[in-house]
T-cell receptor, first 116, second 111 residues
Framework: GAGVSQSPRYKVTKRGQDVALRCDPI?????LYWYRQALGQGPEFLTY????????KSGLPNDRFSAERPEGSISTLTIQRTEQRDSAMYRC??????????????FGQGTRLTVV | DAKTTQPNSMESNEEEPVHLPCNHS???????IHWYRQLPSQGPEYVIH???SNVNNRMASLAIAEDRKSSTLILHRATLRDAAVYYC????????????FGGGTRLMVKP
């Protein structure tokens, strides 16, 4: 596609439910990143993949959060037993090569998650 | 990752140049200087990056101090559409690293 696509754009869920957020990166991009952004704050790193391998998950806040990218393309971020504090904008980004050091990263429009 | 320091906010008049400063006194020799911006209700957008030399592209210019401990993003003629949060980020050049965002500078452009 033309850019990084995330779905759904908005998700309202009840506390205790599981949610799955999807990211479709730019075709051919090796690296895929998940960020979380609270209102008025900069994006906070969660995890990233090179191809299908999860390289770093140090930003995942607890074991209710997990992510996968089984075929090295589309990725899913899953939050189990959601809590109100999980409410935020979840953003996905991709870059052509491994790592963001000297490469441009492209961000999606995000999924706004609200836990009620 | 080395830390960057930016002013919380800046104001500019439309059609005038804007100089957004960033201090990064603990930068290492392999760190690239990246700038991203985030328009209201949008995801972050790449602006420019550099290592040692000044860089120009269609969006902006990046001026890097000789000792690399500071840099300045230059928007040559601010427009209302440039109103955004601008993030200055240091990133090691080796593979496998992500961007770590700070608070950024909120740029307000007055007509």
């Amino acid at each position: 596609g033309a850019g990084v696509s995330q779905s759904p754009r908005y998700k309202v869920t009840k506390r205790g439910q599981d949610v799955a957020l999807r990211c479709d990166p730019i075709s051919g991009h090796v690296s895929l990143y998940w960020y979380r952004q609270a209102l008025g704050q900069g994006p906070e790193f969660l995890t990233y993949f090179n191809y299908e391998a999860q390289q770093d998950k140090s930003g995942l806040p607890n074991d209710r959060f997990s992510a996968e990218r089984p075929e090295g393309s589309i990725s899913t971020l899953t939050i189990q037993r959601t809590e109100q504090r999980d409410s935020a904008m979840y953003r996905c980004a991709s870059s052509l090569g491994a790592g963001m050091g000297n490469r441009e990263a492209f961000f999606g429009q995000g999924t706004r998650l609200t836990v009620v | 990752d080395a830390k960057t320091t930016q002013p919380n906010s800046m104001e500019s008049n439309e059609e005038e140049p804007v100089h957004l400063p960033c201090n990064h006194s603990t930068i290492s020799g392999t760190d690239y200087i990246h700038w991203y911006r985030q328009l209201p209700s949008q995801g972050p957008e790449y602006v420019i990056h550099g290592l040692t030399s000044n860089v120009n592209n269609r969006m902006a210019s990046l001026a890097i101090a000789e000792d690399r401990k500071s840099s300045t993003l230059i928007l040559h003629r601010a427009t209302l559409r440039d109103a955004a949060v601008y993030y200055c980020i240091l990133k090691a050049g080796n593979a496998g690293n992500m961007l770590t965002f700070g608070g950024g500078t909120r740029l307000m452009v007055k007509p």
